[in-house]
């Protein structure tokens, strides 16, 4: 049984930071490329930043430069460092675990969390 639970969502102000964690268990971690997805009110999930299990990275053209996504294969934890956060920015973040040929599509991804809302305010 594999579960992902994130955290570290809330409110923020515009240009502000925050860090959203992902903990994993029931799969082998430290072999997984994993990767955060938004869901805006009324918008088509979409990505947001993909770590492998080599510790590559890869980020959506919208938040390169802000976010920086890490990973503690010890913890079983990704991390999404989120800065200089804007309006745009407000979703409901999920981490997945990548299963398929893509890291840019949701269905390539055959785990995920619950989500944790993230809220910008202008």
């Known amino acids: 049984q594999v579960l992902l639970v994130e955290s570290g969502g809330g409110l923020v102000q515009a240009g502000g930071s925050l860090r959203l964690s992902c903990v994993a268990a029931?799969?082998?971690?430290?072999?997984?490329?994993m990767g955060w997805f938004r869901q805006a009110a009324g918008k088509e999930r979409e990505f947001v930043s993909t770590?492998?299990?080599?510790?590559?990275?890869v980020y959506a053209d919208s938040v390169k430069g802000r976010f920086t996504i890490s990973r503690d294969n010890a913890k079983n934890t990704i991390y999404l460092q989120m800065n200089s956060l804007k309006p745009e920015d407000t979703a409901v973040y999920y981490c997945?675990?990548?299963?398929?040929?893509?890291?840019?599509?949701?269905?390539?991804?055959?785990?995920w969390g619950q989500g944790t809302q993230v809220t910008v305010s202008s």
């Open positions: 997945a675990s990548f299963t398929g040929d893509s890291y840019y599509l949701t269905n390539a991804y055959g785990f």
């Open positions: 770590i492998t299990w080599r510790g590559t990275t």
């Open positions: 029931g799969l082998t971690f430290s072999t997984k490329s």
